[in-house]
Nanobody
């Protein structure tokens, strides 16, 4: 069993920055890819980034490329999502998720399906 807990959300002004943290635990967690998603109620879930188990591979959705950076520290079982240049349209609940598979999903996009999910943290960007 794998557990994930997201922290670091909050309210920030347009153009501001936040760093989200995903604390992971459980069996063989360091052999899992970790992804970040966001979802606004009533809208489809958006996969925004993923990092491989070793940290060698990262992938981003076009909507966040160049503004967000994903990283992981396997000695601390933590994955970070550094978010810069935040926009009001980035407002959402952000979730991290884990899977023993790879980061690349259908069509070469960020992987969408994962075995384990965190509950999420709210990010609000004011205009």
């Amino acid at each position: 069993q794998v557990q994930l807990v997201e922290t670091g959300g909050g309210l920030v002004n347009d153009g501001g920055s936040l760093t989200l943290s995903c604390a992971t635990s459980g069996r063989s967690i360091n052999l899992h890819a970790i992804g970040w998603f966001r979802q606004v109620p009533g809208k489809e879930r958006e996969a925004i980034s993923c990092i491989s188990d070793t940290g060698d591979l990262t992938i981003y959705a076009d909507s966040v490329k160049g503004r967000f950076t994903i990283s992981r520290d396997n000695t601390k079982n933590t994955v970070l999502l550094q978010m810069n240049g935040l926009k009001p349209e980035d407002s959402s609940v952000y979730h991290c998720a884990a899977d023993p598979g790879i980061c690349i999903g259908l069509g070469g996009n960020v992987r969408l399906e994962y075995d384990y999910w965190g509950r999420g943290t709210q990010v609000t960007v004011s205009s």
